[in-house]
């Protein structure tokens, strides 16, 4: 049930707070914020984020906002076109659907600007020949080759600030009445057609388009999208659609004729997941995946509960991983679109020791640790703050700054930062830890670790002197190995912590 369901809650959620309110959220669940993520929002932004916090968003997850742009949501919109064509007229004409409600914030948000050609500026090139092989774009291989994509004058100009993304360009007039497509962004008075939404080559979608034909730029669909999942509740397992339930547990929205989203699963995956398993498995999960929820993870461990009962340990694991998210190579630093690795760490050194691990279960019958301990709560997923509580592979990271959390000193002043990592049982011990103190991206100065407990527990402590006023997040990174040597470069778990310092 995760796609595309998972990604319409969070697109709603930015585009109806917008940039300052984001910022704002983000802060509120910084080392010294509030904790509170409704704080400053109006009723229709509150009730927007309490959705997608209800499906499972996490909380701590907001700092992806200006890079996650909508996932794959609208390249899974031919499914809805093919399948329930009436899906995005229904939207906005049939009663229990935001956008036939005139007073719904999608009314309000809808746009169907209307202009004519001025121009067809020709064709653009795209010369980024680049093969994507990570986790969140290997999709995109889809399009390799297709790189002619027409550009458009319009004679007239839509209002600055409206919302426009992702638009689809509709042709109103002369040969190419009735052709449509999606745009990928406009820029004063010219639009750059994007891929067509299975991924042919878009000046074919439109030709025909001459200069003087009536064109309208319509953001109807993409709306109707951020809502869909409010038409696809599924079986009461699915708890997080509980919000979509009335006390008898019907559905309160209009039901589409059936559930899309398995077979999106199958079609990818070869098959819908159901957790009849008859080997080993070891499922990781990011605790703030932006896209595959954590509450995920749960429910395939309980599907695996319902077949396997008493005997689930004897076959199956379940590791949540701290401060990551769902893209697997997030420390890259050359690439602008890559998320802030000042919030996260990548899970590659935990993913490398599970399959080793399992490995040594199905080759020696060598259990591995025990599954994370965690909590469900709401959407959500909780875990200890203890290393020996949670469990799991990953390291636990605790840090200070003057003994805090957040602090207030004056330019020139030292600070004295200190940390914990603690090594969960049997999981290997400390290996090495290091500092980023003013947003430098350079976690290279390894930190001298005061090792206890045989490596299982390190602290570490230093100083730095901020010379200039402002807000800073120091952040410390640390990593742990089965073996505790550094040679073992496949295999370090990593976590951090971050602390906030205001400078005055």
């Not at 935001?98 to 067809?120: C, H, M, W, Y």
């Not at 426009?164 to 999606?182: M, P, Q, T, W």
């Not at 700054?401 to 603690?422: D, L, P, R, Y």
């Amino acid at each position: 049930m995760a796609v595309p369901n998972v990604f319409g809650p969070r697109v709603r959620v930015m585009r109806m707070l917008g940039e300052e309110k984001l910022k704002h959220l983000v802060d509120t669940m910084e080392p010294g914020g509030s904790g509170n993520i409704y704080e400053g929002l109006d009723d229709e932004q509150r009730m927007a984020l309490e959705e997608a916090t209800k499906m499972g968003f996490p909380k701590r997850g907001w700092f992806l906002w200006p890079t996650m742009e909508d996932g794959a949501l609208m390249v899974l919109a031919p499914y809805i076109y093919n399948v329930f064509p009436d899906y995005f007229t229904d939207f906005w004409e049939k009663p229990g659907y935001a956008g036939a409600d005139p007073n719904s914030n999608e009314a309000k948000a809808r746009i169907q600007f209307e202009t004519r050609v001025a121009e067809l500026i020709g064709f653009r090139n795209d010369e980024n020949n680049e093969n994507y092989s990570s986790v969140d774009k290997s999709w995109q291989n889809m399009s390799a080759g297709q790189d002619i994509t027409p550009q458009i004058r319009m004679k007239d100009i839509p209002e600055q600030g409206k919302n426009l993304y992702h638009c689809r360009i509709k042709v109103l007039s002369g040969k190419a009445k009735g052709k449509e497509n999606s745009i990928e962004k406009i820029e004063n008075d010219v639009i750059t057609v994007g891929k067509a939404f299975d991924w042919s080559d878009s000046y074919h979608a439109l030709t025909g388009l001459a200069v003087g034909d009536k064109i309208m730029l319509d953001n109807s669909d993409y709306l109707a999208m951020q809502t869909f999942q409010r038409h696809q509740v599924p079986d009461d397992s699915y708890h997080v659609y509980d919000q979509y339930r009335d006390k008898k547990g019907n559905p309160i929205y209009p039901q589409l004729p059936f559930l899309l989203s398995p077979i999106i699963a199958k079609n990818g995956g070869g098959e819908v997941p159901s957790g009849d398993i008859h080997g080993k498995v070891i499922a990781v999960c990011s605790l703030l995946d932006e896209s595959a929820y954590p509450w995920h993870g749960d429910w395939y461990r309980h599907a695996v509960e319902q077949h396997l009962g008493e005997k689930t340990d004897e076959m199956f694991r379940l590791y949540y991983n701290d401060n990551c998210v769902h893209e697997d190579n997030t420390e890259r630093l050359n690439d602008p679109k890559q998320s802030d690795p000042q919030h996260q760490v990548d899970y590659l050194g935990v993913l490398h020791q599970v399959l080793l691990d399992l490995a040594d279960w199905c080759e020696k019958n060598k259990a591995p640790v025990p599954s994370t301990n965690y909590r469900y709560c709401d959407g959500q997923i909780e875990v200890p703050d203890r290393a020996d509580e949670r469990g799991g592979l990953q390291p636990v990271v605790k840090c200070f700054a003057n003994g805090q959390k957040c602090i207030h000193v004056k330019a020139g002043e030292t600070v004295t930062f200190t940390a914990s990592i603690e090594v969960p049982n049997h999981t290997g011990t400390v290996t090495a830890a290091a500092w980023d103190f003013e947003y430098t991206n350079d976690f290279s100065r390894r930190e001298k670790l005061e090792m206890k407990e045989k490596g299982h527990l390190a602290n570490v402590k230093t100083t730095h002197i901020f010379e200039k006023p402002g807000t800073y997040f120091p952040v410390l990174k640390a990593q742990s190995s089965r073996t505790g040597t550094l040679d073992d470069i496949y295999v370090q778990c990593k976590n951090m912590d971050r602390v906030r310092v205001v400078v005055e």
